[in-house]
């Protein structure tokens, strides 16, 4: 917080003070707005359960017992370490989902980008209209779907349907018909490179940018389902973390007394669950940060 | 639009395939050739597309085919199965607990949307402005809960919400009032507003961040020695050639709206009642399938949410594409 103490001075040393300080105020009071429920997560799982009723020092700040290491402790031993579990499960489907639903849409848009066929068009604009499609109204047909193929409750039911990023292909294509010139693919094929050859060592390398791109989109897309995840499995052992928090929180909701431990476990749990995805931003924003705006390239 | 106007720059390359082949002397053995290589080449064109159009198939069209196909159908207790034709769509759209939850929504997304918009259309203005340390953090800050799960998001401002240990109870405390509890029945539109306004605004903050990034700055100098001042450069030249990147993302919002499930889903524990098992179409077909295994009629529910969904893009499109063609 004490970045926001460096706005006076970082603004009067500009050519029109009064504009880029209330600009850095307006900043400030959106950094504070967005930060505040983050920072109240760390804190409060710092706390024990009573610190966390009935703290000493209010909700925003520390108690008197830093309580943070215990808690984990506690976090990753409850219950037989079903979280840690969870963790797994949530790495497992949010990988596997992510680098397939990756690999299939960087094919699948260099093809529509780079190749000429018949029926191009029109498969691409079934793809376009699949974009609008609400992935969540698919969720329970694929239940039933799923069902009569005995695969529900199983893995497989969560990474196949993460498979699907029609959004993805989108980026894919678009990024590829800029970034790729033609001339380069046809003097690679004249030196007598194949197709996947040309594909893998001309075209891939000048596609990184929007391959961390939708890599971070679907391992994001897939860390952070719920819907999905919870209509298919029944099991426990398989569910991912967000599945696993939220099945906690009806436990605690439903016996008010005797819930205390868990909601503090609720908390110091979704404060480690966010910590991966939040390190992976934080480091990878040189690519991520053009890569963004590739949709609404015109 | 960018969906257009990508289709469009792709010809180029297309013809220039085709106006290739011409100035190559025509023998027969070099044309035959070429024709050769070129449906080789579809092959090969095919062959990228193809595990994606396995995917596509079996967990888009798939389901899709299946949802229909199950909405016709109704699972009586005495009758077992039989094929009902429209029944469910006539019952779903005559049942008021459905059209209660897709009045909701389309509320809902009229107020949300908007609000989003404005937050971060002005954050990505301001950010685009200044080119200090402090905008360079707050950049990444505001972006930051984009990487937070909807379901963490939502237990976190449940619990910020909430009046036993929630900080709002205790600022309201220092001034002798009770703060008001923002999942009650009366404010739990504003309680979820709130909480999707949070989790998104950063993310279309920097779409539309990096739009204005891409902007030729040549533009700006221009406008500046025509006498304009900093906020006729935002509004007639900023806003306007960002328009498409605002289009994509209110598309987005839609989408993403009018399926709301996490969230509510997730608040409705601690929320006293006030998110009842129809608060929107997602819940209630999820509630109908697995609360009541009535698979058929939530089908017919899932089946029409994607329709309206489908509908409400499209008209949109419409709109807008109506819309930039007459300014430009």
């Known amino acids: 917080m004490s970045a926001v103490t460096t706005v006076v001075p970082a603004g009067t040393r500009m050519h029109r003070p009064r504009r880029n300080l209330v600009a850095h105020v307006f900043l400030g009071v959106l950094v504070l707005y967005f930060l505040a429920p983050i920072w109240w997560l760390f804190v409060a799982s710092t706390k024990d359960a009573q610190g966390l009723f009935a703290g000493s020092a209010g909700a925003m700040w520390f108690d008197k017992n830093f309580n943070l290491f215990a808690n984990i402790q506690d976090l990753f031993t409850y219950n037989g370490g079903e979280y840690v579990q969870w963790l797994g499960n949530s790495l497992l489907y949010a990988l596997s989902g992510g680098l397939g639903a990756t690999a299939i849409s960087v094919l699948a848009g260099y093809g529509f980008a780079k190749y000429k066929f018949r029926g191009r068009n029109l498969t691409f604009a079934l793809l376009l209209g699949a974009v609008m499609v609400p992935m969540t109204a698919l969720v329970i047909p694929t239940f039933i779907l799923m069902s009569n193929l005995k695969l529900t409750d199983t893995v497989w039911a969560v990474i196949l349907p993460s498979l699907l990023s029609p959004f993805g292909v989108y980026l894919m294509r678009v990024y590829t018909a800029e970034a790729v010139p033609d001339e380069l693919l046809d003097a690679a094929r004249v030196d007598g490179a194949g197709e996947l050859r040309t594909f893998f060592q001309v075209s891939l390398p000048l596609l990184r940018p929007a391959l961390v791109t939708v890599l971070l989109l679907s391992v994001v897309g897939t860390w952070n389902n719920y819907f999905l995840p919870l209509a298919m499995l029944s099991t426990e052992k398989l569910y991912p973390l967000t599945v696993g928090i939220g099945l906690w929180e009806q436990l605690a909701s439903s016996n008010n007394g005797g819930g205390h431990s868990l909601w503090s476990l609720i908390i110091v749990g979704s404060f480690i669950s966010i910590i991966p995805l939040v390190v992976a931003f934080l480091t990878l924003q040189k690519y991520w940060q053009g890569g963004l705006s590739l949709g609404s390239l015109k | ?328």
């Open chain 2, 1 to 328: 639009m960018a969906v257009h106007g990508s289709t469009v720059t792709s010809l180029p390359h297309g013809s220039s395939n085709d106006q290739a082949t011409p100035p190559i002397p025509p023998e027969r053995t070099v044309r035959s050739r070429s024709e050769k290589m070129n449906a080789r080449r579809a092959r090969t064109g095919w062959l990228f597309i193809a595990p994606f159009g396995i995917v596509f198939v079996a967990f888009l069209l798939a389901p899709l085919a299946y949802a229909l196909y199950l909405s016709l159908f109704t699972k009586g207790l005495a009758t077992g199965t039989r094929f009902t034709g429209l029944e469910n769509y006539l019952h779903a759209f005559s049942d008021p607990q459905f059209l209660k939850g897709v009045w909701f929504v389309v509320r809902f997304s009229m107020v949300l949307i908007p609000v989003q918009m404005a937050v971060s259309l002005a954050a990505a203005l301001v950010l685009d402005h200044l080119t200090t340390r402090l905008a360079r953090f707050s950049r990444l800050m505001i972006f930051l809960p984009y990487a937070v799960p909807a379901v963490i998001g939502a237990l976190m401002w449940g619990f910020l919400y909430s009046p036993t240990f929630g900080p709002m109870q205790q600022v309201f405390s220092l001034f002798h009032a009770s703060a008001p509890f923002l999942l009650s029945q009366d404010n739990v539109f504003y309680g979820l507003l709130n909480v999707v306004t949070w989790q998104w605004a950063g993310y279309y903050m920097i779409i539309i961040y990096a739009a204005l990034q891409g902007i030729d700055p040549s533009l700006y100098e221009a406008a500046r020695i025509d006498g304009a001042s900093a906020w006729q450069v935002a509004f007639r030249i900023k806003v306007p050639l960002v328009s498409s990147a605002l289009v994509l993302i209110l598309i987005f919002a839609l989408i993403g709206t009018l399926q709301f499930f996490s969230e509510p889903q997730i608040l409705g524990p601690v929320a006293n009642g006030s998110i009842t098992p129809d608060f929107t179409p997602n819940i209630y077909a999820f509630n109908l399938a697995f609360g009541y295994a009535q698979f058929n009629y939530a089908s017919a529910i899932s089946f029409s949410l994607g329709i309206i969904v489908f509908i409400a893009v499209y008209v949109f499109m419409f709109a807008t594409r109506k819309k930039g063609s007459t300014l430009s």
